[in-house]
């Protein structure tokens, strides 16, 4: 048996495992929060401007606690700061389920915001590590752990809600949570803060404290990349059933599928990925992948009938699938800049795509249609593309 064989990491390791977990239970408290919110709305007598505010505050949340987690994984490594955040996520979906006022609901939908989107930050920065750590891709098999957590979730939630109502699913989910958390907790990577590993990869350099401004143009085109291709995602699911209704004639249980066929064709793509990516690699991975999405995102807005446009939507599905984790593991690697205030640069940049440009995107759509929208989005892809070879420091190093 050669050395090479010996020293093999195995394919599920308990670090690998743990931070798999941890994306589950990430996307299992945002799954389960989407059945909440009729019942939600209700309750606090929310017309639909109002509950798009509130829901901003889950947004806005995100976005002020990502750069601020980067910080503090650059300083103290992402493995406190990942079971920490992860422990304090347990009982949000309780907050926001017993909140009795509109300004209590909107503060704890701020807090929710700011767990997840903190929690996004730590868990893909341990992520990278276990990457380098066990020399293999697992990136795009962690989204998947996430995309698989938050369709269980919400189906979850809806039987719960539908047979017991909506305090025992809240009960019910922040224990599905807090078993998911307690498994993970003690396997948990350990890893020393990233200044000192940035510091100790140059040596002779001073140490000097991270700076985001100071990031440099890699990281901050990483993540205008992770912009480009997140926003698709939020106009598929904004828009997607939209379209199909209006401009395509289709009836509401099928344009229900623009979204489904989205999600269930990335999920599958994910868990496939990570061997994708060692076979191939990853610059060649992502631009076949900007390709896929760009035909289907094409596809979807050519279509003449829905179930072509559904069809294209799987398509992009495939497509987008590996684009943000292989870009996520990127910026881990960038040289230059801790890799936990790398990540939150491209997962503020990316999630805002997501967050705020449907918004425009509606707004656009107006004047001229989502079926024009769909043909033009793939043009916007270009620019990730041509930039695609920032992809190779997602492959692992020598040494």
Not at 16 to 26: D, E, P, T, Y
Not at 46 to 70: H, Q, R, T, W, Y
């Amino acid at each position: 048996m050669s050395t090479s064989a010996i020293a093999a990491p195995p394919l599920l390791s308990p670090q690998r495992l743990a931070v798999s977990l941890m994306f589950l239970a990430n996307g299992f408290v945002v799954g389960s929060w989407a059945p909440k919110i009729p019942e939600f709305a209700a309750r606090l007598k929310l017309d639909e401007s109002d509950l798009g505010l509130m829901i901003m505050c889950f947004g806005i949340g995100s976005l002020c606690a990502m750069p601020a987690v980067g910080a503090l994984i650059a300083g103290r490594g992402s493995h406190a700061v990942t079971r920490i955040l992860a422990a304090l996520t347990i009982p949000c979906l309780i907050l926001v389920t017993i909140a009795p006022s509109i300004w209590t609901a909107a503060l704890a939908l701020f807090l929710i915001g700011a767990l997840i989107g903190g929690m996004d930050v730590a868990m893909n920065a341990n992520a990278v590590e276990v990457e380098k750590r066990q020399g293999r891709a697992i990136m795009s098999s962690c989204h998947g752990c996430w995309s698989l957590g938050g369709v269980a979730g919400a189906a979850l939630g809806g039987v719960l809600i539908a047979l017991y109502g909506v305090h025992v699913h809240a009960i019910a989910a922040s224990v599905v949570t807090c078993i998911l958390v307690l498994v993970a907790w003690p396997r948990v990577l350990v890893d020393p803060p990233h200044v000192e590993l940035d510091d100790a990869r140059r040596p002779g350099a001073a140490t000097s404290r991270p700076s985001l401004l100071g990031a440099g143009a890699a990281v901050w085109l990483t993540g205008i990349i992770c912009l480009i291709m997140m926003t698709p995602e939020g106009a598929i699911l904004d828009w997607g059933a939209l379209y199909l209704r209006q401009e395509l004639g289709a009836d509401p249980a099928l344009s229900g599928l623009a979204f489904g066929a989205f999600s269930a064709a990335m999920a599958l793509m994910r868990f496939l990925g990570d061997l994708v990516r060692d076979r191939f690699g990853a610059v060649r991975t992502f631009r076949v992948s900007c390709v896929l999405a760009m035909a289907g995102l094409g596809t979807a807005g050519l279509a003449t009938s829905p179930e072509l446009a559904i069809a294209g939507f799987a398509i992009a599905g495939l497509g987008f699938a590996n684009t943000v984790p292989i870009a996520f593991s990127a910026a881990g690697n960038l040289p230059g800049l801790p890799q936990g205030l790398a990540i939150s640069v491209v997962t503020f940049m990316g999630y805002s795509g997501i967050l705020f440009a449907p918004s425009v995107i509606g707004f656009i759509a107006e004047h001229t249609g989502f079926a024009a929208i769909y043909v033009a989005l793939p043009l916007f892809v270009v620019l990730p593309l041509f930039f695609s070879s920032l992809m190779r420091h997602a492959d692992r190093q020598p040494g």
